[in-house]
């Protein structure tokens, strides 16, 4: 089993930054991807970022350029640096974690809405 909690989510302007955190837990040795997906209302859920185990990242056509995913030293903890912010970026971000073994885990989710 793995734990996930984001933070950093809120209200900002348009340009504006803001950057998400994802603090994992558990069964950490069988993680293989951590990644960033967001979801607007009516919309599906979509990845934005994702970063392997390797170091590898991959990032969504739409925030290439503006979006840095990152590990912290300890690989428990992933980023997400958000500059120039758009009004198309407002949505619920949920972190991810897929395990070696294809079991993915998901954390509560943290609102980012960006104003115009």
């Known amino acids: 089993q793995v734990q996930l909690v984001e933070s950093g989510g809120g209200l900002v302007q348009t340009g504006g930054s803001l950057r998400l955190s994802c603090a994992a837990s558990?069964?950490?040795?069988?993680?293989?991807?951590m990644g960033w997906y967001r979801q607007a209302p009516g919309k599906q859920r979509e990845l934005v970022a994702a970063?392997?185990?390797?170091?590898?990242?991959n990032y969504a056509d739409s925030v290439k350029g503006r979006f840095t995913i990152s590990r912290g030293n300890s690989k428990s903890t992933v980023y997400l640096q958000m500059n120039s912010l758009k009004p198309d970026d407002t949505a619920a971000y949920y972190c991810n974690s897929e395990t070696a073994y294809g079991t993915n885990y998901w954390g509560q989710g943290t609102q980012v809405t960006v104003s115009s």
């Open positions: 970063i392997t185990s390797g170091g590898r990242t």
């Open positions: 558990g069964s950490m040795l069988r993680i293989n991807v």
